[in-house]
């Protein structure tokens, strides 16, 4: 009745076209659930009579599989001999004659100092000098690239050496590509995590400070207040200020703490920051060097900032022109002033490095968690 009243199919006199749609259907899928369940709906929409559940089964069985291999399949048709061997190093090398490259490359995590820093930008340098390009992945499903990354980090060298070599390639391609963006936000994390440490510790010796000088702005207030009260007898009983002010040097002297006092009660906590310069310095200029920033038109200034840090520190000659401090916050350019110390205006683009990072003003291209806006968008036909 629905073949002769309103025009529906068997399956089996369409199999082979529906075959080939299913194994498609297979790779832009995440699970075998999913694959049944848009397997029906397309036999619904082509006026198609569902087969039995154990041939819906055994089909979408089949077109994983087949999925699987055509990704395997796409990804080793783009390497080049080069690319091989390169990746073949990554099970053959050991890093300290017990570890293989393999092994060394997978163990990462943002860290919290300078010491950090410098071992995740060795594994960074070594994946980027490999030069596996991104496009190897271009057109494969977002799931489709975790699920080979995540193969590659589950197997050890000795498991991967079993596996056949066109899919051990593809595989170690994908971290290769994987790790690289992972790695380079691990780097920035850990900047970011260096940074606000640093802020917290000038914020307690900012306070420590202040608690320090509690009894020095006690003397010093007191000793305001005895003079106030002598400067109005004085002027109760119209005497000159000689006779008021019996001791110049020691209200001099006053006058040079109250001074002092007021600056450090009015300072802030950007008046520790040089405190943390050569921390920065341990770990900064290879950073700069690995990690390329984009940005935003109004973030033009810092890239141009960090452009010109980084060829300062290519230099050994001293920068003659006045550094610019456009790309500056208000507070920051309070404490920049009009011709900045080289160390403070470094520290400058190293802090607003990190803010412009989490409001998303630059942004990098090599990387998962702090690239373009844009890029993390869903496609219209994916949002809808």
Known sequence: MLQKNYDFRLFHKVAPEFTSWLKQ????TKSGFELSETFSQECRSRR???????????????????????????IHSRLDEEMKEKLKKFLGD????????????????????????NRLLDKLEYLQELVIPESLLEGLPAHRVIWLRQQGEAYYADGLRDINEKRRL??????????RAMICDAVLETHDRIVGKLFSSCKR??????????????ETLSSFASLSQKLLKGHHENASVIEVIQDPEALKTLMLNAQALTKKLGSDALGFV???????????????QRVTFRGNQASQSLLEAID??????????????????????????????????????????????????????IWVSDSRIYRDTKQQLLSVCQAE
């Open 308 to 361: 010109l840090l980084k060829k300062l520190n290519l230099s050994d000659k001293p920068h003659k022109e006045d550094l610019k401090s456009d790309f500056a916050n208000a507070q920051w350019k309070k404490k920049l002033g009009r011709r900045p110390d080289r160390k403070i205006w470094e520290t400058a683009i190293l802090f607003i490095i990190r803010d412009c990072l989490r409001s998303r003003d």
């Open 205 to 218: 010796m900012r306070d420590e400070q202040l608690v320090n000088q509690k009894k020095f702005a006690a």
């Open 170 to 179: 593809a595989i170690l391609a994908v971290c290769a590509i994987e790790w």
């Open 94 to 117: 050991k890093t300290d004659g017990r570890l293989t490259i393999h092994g060394w490359l997978k163990r990462f995590e943002a860290g919290h100092n300078s010491a950090d820093v």
């Open 25 to 28: 259907a297979a790779v832009e």
């Open 274 to 288: 040089l405190e943390g310069y050569p921390k920065f310095r341990r770990y900064t200029q290879r950073m700069l």
């Open 48 to 74: 198609i009579i569902l087969p039995r559940i154990t041939v819906i089964e055994r089909l979408c069985a089949d077109a994983r599989v087949s999925a699987e291999h055509e990704v395997i399949d796409l």
